[in-house]
C-alpha cells in the first residue's frame, strides 16, 4: 500500500525528513512515535502533498505509483486521508455542507456520480450515530466553537464518510480526555479493514492501549531508527526518548 | 503558501472580461444633445411632460449645482469627470411610454430576456404557476427611461401605485409633490443635486396604510448607450402599517469609456411601516487593467418617519469600477429600526467605497450593521459608516460588525467607522476583523479532495453567509452565483 524510500524533505531550505524508510502494508496499522521535532507531523504533511515542503530526494509508493508530484486534491481522491491534529474553522460553513461538498468532489474525481441528497444524509446517519455525533453538531460551522473531543470525533467522521485507502491519524489522542479518547479510538478500530493502511502518528503510548499497531516505528531527527511490535510502545513509556534525542531537529 | 499563491495568480489574470452582460443592444436611440445647461433640464423635463413645478424643481436643483464643488474625501482615484462630455438623455426610440408589452421593442424584450428578467407577465405566470408568493413585479429602466412594468393591474387592486417615476410626477402629483427630496434634500451632497436636476426615470412606489404589497417589486436598471450617464430616481412610501419588498438589479455593457451612474433613492417609511430593499449591482466593473466601468455614485437613504417603523438595505456590490455610496437610515421615530447588511466584492482594479450612515434622532431606536467586504486583485474596499446618536435619543442601541477578507496580496481592505453620541444612554458596539484565506485552512479542504477554486467558494460563501440570508430566496441564489462569477479564477 504505501512505501517509502529514503524520503528527504525539507522547508524553507531546512532539512526536516533526512532519509525515511518505511513500509506498511495494505490492512495493518502501524504506529510512529518520537520526540517532539522528530518530524513526525512533517511526514504527514508531505505524505499528503501539503505546498511548502520540497521533497529533495525519495519516493513516496502508493499504491505501486509515485505521488511525490501529485496535488493534495488528487492524493485525496486517490485514498490518502490526513486527520489533523488541529482540525481548521471555516466560519459559516455547516459541517454536513463540507461533509457533502468533500465527498462528491472525491466521487467526481474519480468519475463516479455524485450522491443523492437522501443517499449522502443515510450514510451520515450511520457514520455519526456510531462516533456519537449529533445531528445538531452537523448544523453547526464546520468546527467552530467546537470542543476538542468534537473536533476529533469530526475528523474521524470523515474519514468514515470519505472511505480513504491509507488514512494518517496526526495525533488523534491530542486534546482529549480518557472518554473522547475512548469515543475516538472504537472510531478508528471499526474502520479497520483489510484494504485499508492506517498510518497512527502519536507521542504518547496510550492511544496504542486503545488502537494496537501491528509495528510500531520510532522517528528521530527524520529518520525511522527502530522498528518492533506494539511492546516497542511500552518501552518507549517506560524508558522515554532519551535514547533517541540525540539529534532535535 | 504555494497554494495560496495559485489562487493569487488565477485571479491576478481574471479577466474582468469575462463579465456576462457587457453585450450592447442595437437600438436605435433618442438623446438630448451633449453636455448640461438649463435647456437640457428644461429638455428633459419637456421630453417627460412633466408638469410647470416639476421643471422648476429642476432648474432650481441645476442652479445650485452650478456653485457646488465636486467632493474628494472618499478613498477612490478617478480621472475628473468632465460632465460636459456627457449625454443626460437617452431613450429607446421606438418606446415612447409603451402602454402595453405588445409595443415594446423587440430587441428590448430579447435583451432583458438575455439578462435573465422576464417581463411577459404571461411567461412569468406559465413558470410559476401555483406558486403565487413567488411572482414579482418588474419595472425594467433602460438608459433613462421605464420601458415597462409588469404586474401593475395586480398591483392596484391591493392599491399598490408601482411605476415610472415621470408617470407617478404626471398622475400623483400630490403625493410626489410631498415626498420627493424630503429624505433626500435638493442640496444634499453633489451628485444628489446634479441627479434632482437631470433624473430621467426610475421608479415610484406607493403602499397605502395597512397594506403588505402582495408581491416583490424590483427595477431592473441597463445602461446601454456610450456616453450616457444615468441618472434615476426612486422613491417608496410605505404608509402607516404597510410593507413592502423591493429588488434593484443592474448591468451595463462592456466599453472602454467610464460611464456615470448618479442615482439617488428615497425611502419613507411612517408608523408602524416596514421597507426592505436589496440591492444586487453588477454594473461592468472594467477591464482586467481597469480600463472602463461604471462610475456608481449614489445616494440612498431612508427616513424611518414614523414610530415603530423600519428598513431594512441589503446590498451585494460586485460591479462598477468605483462605487460610493452609503444607503443610510434616519431613525426618527421612536421605537424605529434600520438594518445594513453588505457585501461588497472587488477584483481586478475595482474601488469600493461604501458603508452607511444610522441616525439615531427618536428614543430606543436600533440599528444593525453587518458589512462583509471581500478583496481580491488590485482592488481597494473600504467601509465606511457612521453611527450616530441626537441629544434625545435615549436608548438608542447599534450594533455593528465589519469583516474583511483578502484573497492575494495586492489588494487593500480598509475600515473608517465614525460614531458619535450625544446622549449618555445610547449603546453602540463596533466588531471588526480582517482576515486572510489562511494556507492551513485551503490545506484543509484540499486534503478533503476540494480543489483551490471549490475552497475559496466554500469558505468565501460561509463568510457572506450572514448577509445572504437577508436576501428574498430568489435573488439569494443569483447573488451567491454573482460573488463567484466577480471572483472567477480564485473560485470555481
Known sequence: ?249 | MVAVQETVDQVRQIDVDQYKYGFVTDIESDRAPKGLSEDIVRFISAKKNEPEWMLEWRLDAYRRWLTMTEPTWSRVQYPKIDFDELYYYSAPKSTPGPKSLDEVDPELLAMYEKLGIPLREREILAGVEGASDRRVAVDAVFDSVSVVTTFKEELKKAGVIFCAISEAIREHPEIVKKYLGSVVPVTDNYYATLNSAVFSDGSFVYIPEGVRCPMELSTYFRINERNTGQFERTLIIAEKGAHVSYLEGCTAPMRDENQLHAAVVELVALEDAEIKYSTVQNWYPGDKDGKGGIYNFVTKRGDCRGDRSKISWTQVETGSAITWKYPSCILRGDDSQGEFYSIAVSNGYQQVDSGTKMIHLGKNTKSRIISKGIAAGRSDNTYRGLVSAHRKASGARNFTNCDSLLIGDKCGAHTVPYIESKNASAVFEHEATTSKIADDQLFYCLQRGLSSEEAVALIVNGFVKDVIQQLPMEFAVEAQKLISISLEGSVG
Open chain 1, 1 to 249: 500500500m504505501l512505501e517509502i524510500k529514503n524520503l528527504h524533505a525539507s522547508i524553507d531550505g531546512k532539512e526536516i525528513l533526512r532519509g525515511v524508510d518505511l513500509v506498511v502494508p495494505t490492512g495493518e496499522v502501524h504506529a510512529i512515535m518520537g520526540p517532539n521535532g522528530s518530524g513526525k507531523s512533517t511526514l504527514s504533511y508531505v505524505l499528503s502533498g501539503r505546498d511548502g515542503y520540497d521533497v529533495t530526494e525519495g519516493e513516496i509508493l502508493f499504491d505501486g505509483n509515485d505521488i511525490v508530484e501529485m496535488p493534495a486534491e488528487e492524493r485525496a481522491s486517490a485514498g490518502v486521508f490526513l486527520a489533523f491534529q488541529y482540525p481548521l474553522e471555516i466560519p459559516g460553513v455547516a459541517t454536513m455542507t463540507f461533509l457533502k461538498a468533500a465527498l462528491n468532489a472525491q466521487r467526481k474525481a474519480r468519475g463516479e456520480a455524485e450522491l443523492t441528497t437522501p443517499d449522502f444524509m443515510r450514510r451520515v446517519k450511520v457514520a455519526s450515530e456510531k462516533l456519537n455525533v449529533s445531528q445538531e453538531m452537523l448544523r453547526r460551522p464546520l468546527n467552530v466553537g467546537f470542543s476538542g473531543g468534537e473536533k476529533k470525533r469530526n475528523e474521524i467522521l470523515q474519514m468514515a464518510l470519505l472511505e480513504p485507502k491509507l488514512a494518517i491519524l496526526d495525533e488523534t489522542d491530542s486534546g482529549l480526555d480518557i472518554d473522547a479518547l475512548r469515543v475516538v479510538s472504537e472510531g478508528v478500530n471499526a474502520l479497520r479493514s483489510p484494504g485499508r493502511s492506517m498510518l497512527v502518528i502519536t507521542h504518547y503510548q496510550r492511544l496504542l492501549d486503545h488502537i494496537v499497531p501491528d509495528k510500531v516505528h520510532v522517528m528521530s531527527a527524520g529518520r525511522i531508527v527502530r522498528t518492533g511490535g506494539p511492546e516497542l510502545a511500552l518501552e518507549l513509556e517506560a524508558k522515554g526518548y532519551a535514547d533517541y534525542a540525540d539529534e532535535p531537529v
